[in-house]
């Protein structure tokens, strides 16, 4: 069974740091793409950023670029999102999500880590 | 950047009945290589996160009952569901993965009448 499980969420003031754990199972994790999704709360979703199998090739959102690093562990399966700089408007429930395995489309999905970021 | 637009943003329809949404992108998602259109819909339902229904427009995920049918080509497409279930109720989003950032539509709140 495919399971992803974020951790790391919090509350951070605005321009701390925060790093965003997605440990994954029942899957070759160094096979396929991750992404980061977000959602704040009430409103709809925002595609944070992209990684290949690899670690090779990744991709992000101009509203997180330059403050956001994602990362991965193949040797771990885990999924990593560090966030610098943080702002109000990043206050949101982060998803780390699955591709499918040659489509760029999301079947897995965790449950979500809340971050809040508020003085 | 492609910008992903949804309408309605909210449909009520009764019990058994069609609902339709569409989902219009900024751009073409069809990749002319392959064919293929590279846009996927979504569901999510309340305190979930959201599910994968259809990826490259009209291929149904697995398990995914056969009333949820995707259509369309290049820039506009539309996910039906064909005869409206109690747990159909829920917010539907589409998703172009054709060039980064990949971005979604704004969401379709759909309800019963």
């Known amino acids: 069974e495919v399971q992803l499980v974020e951790s790391g969420g919090g509350l951070v003031q605005p321009g701390g740091s925060l790093r965003l754990s997605c440990a994954t199972s029942g899957f070759t994790f160094s096979r396929y793409s991750m992404n980061w999704v977000r959602q704040a709360p009430g409103k709809g979703l925002e595609w944070v950023s992209y990684?290949?199998?690899?670690?090779?090739?990744?991709y992000y959102a101009d509203s997180v670029k330059g403050r956001f690093t994602i990362s991965r562990d193949n040797a771990g399966n885990s999924l990593y999102l560090q966030m610098n700089s943080l702002r109000a408007e990043d206050t949101a429930v982060y998803y780390c999500?699955?591709?499918?395995?040659?489509?760029?489309?999301?079947?897995?999905w965790g449950q979500g880590t809340l971050v809040t970021v508020s003085s | 950047d492609i910008v992903m637009t949804q309408s309605p943003d909210s449909l009520a329809v009764s019990l058994g009945e069609r609902a339709t949404i569409n989902c219009k992108s900024s751009?073409?998602?069809?990749?002319?290589?392959?064919?293929?259109?590279?846009l996927a819909w979504y569901q999510q339902k309340p305190g979930q996160p959201p599910k994968l229904l259809i990826y490259g427009a009209s291929s149904r995920e697995s398990g995914v009952p056969d009333r949820f049918r995707g259509s369309g080509s290049g820039t506009d497409f539309t996910l039906t569901i064909t005869s409206l279930q109690a747990e159909d109720v829920a917010v539907y989003y589409c998703?172009?993965?054709?060039?980064?950032?990949?971005?979604f539509g704004q969401g379709t709140k759909l309800e019963i009448k």
């Open positions: 998703q172009q993965y054709y060039s980064a950032p990949y971005s």
């Open positions: 999500a699955r591709c499918l395995e040659d489509v760029r489309a999301l079947l897995y």
């Open positions: 990684i290949i199998g690899s670690g090779s090739t990744i």
């Open positions: 751009q073409s998602v069809l990749y002319s290589s392959n064919n293929k259109n590279y």
